[in-house]
């Protein structure tokens, strides 16, 4: 199988020892639900787990770091806080809530850093303490092939940062404002929409301007894409919060509630080039967050571990 450079063959996940529904993030995110459980910690260890094995059989390589700290209740969401980018480029990224800020774990990078070739790491997160935020590719999703970060607007991608890092990864930024069926601002973009080498997954009902709705449709399809047009029922099924990965075959992982939301013409469109391979996590998304924001996606080349 060829790889996609828009599905890595290789993952970051952070397994979360003090999983809690995040009390500071819950004022903006409105997929986050109180976890009534008292087990939720015991629980979400148990799917994240079954979630790695997962992947691992369908031939992806996971590479797994463990967090201990009380302090860090999203952790098991790294994509927020860095993401690496074809080329060598790692980018650390600034977060809006603080005890967000606190996720960053200086061992991920220095085993990127060991096994792949990492050319540099830019790191924006010092702008923080200018109230700055743009959340990594939960702020953004990026079109790897079209080169294309598509951005919903809001406190968790601020628009000097998009535009700065666009410049330095050379991609275009298509920025929109995204409501749900309540009225209530997406906080994310990455549960709106997820993009795969041959369709993208996109509710464009919540795009509020028909005019940008109408521009990221052509866009999308400009870049290949065949459109599968979500409901908002489906998007609060998590629907939209997958990704594309490169293993034994090309894989779409998401989750089990949100396979079970997709209509059978939307499964037979996306498994012309990618299986389904669901995933079931219902504690973990109480917190907000699916299937792709547990996974931060390695797009470097690996060293040859010949070479010392």
């Given amino acids: 199988m060829t790889l996609s450079l828009q599905a890595p063959n290789a993952a970051v996940m952070v397994r979360p020892h003090h999983f809690l529904s995040n009390p500071e993030t819950a004022a903006d995110n409105a997929f986050q639900t109180a976890d009534g459980t008292a087990n939720s910690a015991t629980t979400a260890l148990a799917e994240f787990d079954q979630m790695v094995a997962t992947l691992q059989n369908a031939g992806v390589t996971v590479h797994v770091f463990d967090d201990t700290s009380r302090d860090t209740p999203d952790s098991v969401f790294p994509n927020n806080w860095f993401y690496t980018h074809a080329g060598g480029h790692i980018a650390l990224y600034p977060m809006f ?57 809001s406190n968790r991608a601020d628009p000097v940062l998009l535009e700065r890092f666009c410049t330095h990864f050379n991609y275009e930024p298509i ?74 075959n090309r894989v779409l992982a998401l989750s089990s509630k949100a396979v079970g939301a997709l209509r059978p013409d939307q499964i037979a469109t996306i498994e012309q080039s990618a299986k389904l ?19 931060a996606g390695v797009h470097l080349t690996r060293r040859n571990p010949r070479i010392q």
């Avoid at 990078?109 to 010092?126: A, F, N, T």
């Avoid at 749900?180 to 549960?191: E, L, M, Q, R, S």
């Avoid at 065949?226 to 997958?242: C, E, K, P, R």
């Fill in 175 to 248: 920025a929109f404002e995204a409501r749900d069926v309540a009225g209530v601002p997406v906080y994310h973009t990455n549960v709106l929409m997820g993009i795969g080498t041959d369709f993208a997954l996109i509710c464009l009902d919540m795009i509020v301007d028909p005019m940008r709705r109408a521009t990221v449709a052509a866009r999308l399809e400009e870049t290949g894409r065949t459109v599968i047009d979500l409901s908002h029922d489906q998007i609060a099924a998590f629907a939209g919060n997958a990704i594309e990965l490169s293993g034994h």
């Fill in 277 to 295: 391979l669901p995933i079931t996590i219902p504690t973990i998304e109480t917190a907000g967050g699916s299937v792709r924001c547990m996974v």
């Fill in 97 to 153: 809530v603080p005890n967000r800020r606190l996720e960053r774990c200086w061992d991920v990078i220095e085993m990127l850093k060991r096994d792949y070739r990492v050319q540099d790491v830019i790191d924006y997160s010092g702008l923080e303490a200018d109230g700055l935020a743009l959340e990594g590719t939960g702020a953004m999703v990026l079109d790897h092939i079209g080169r294309i970060a598509y951005t919903v607007q």
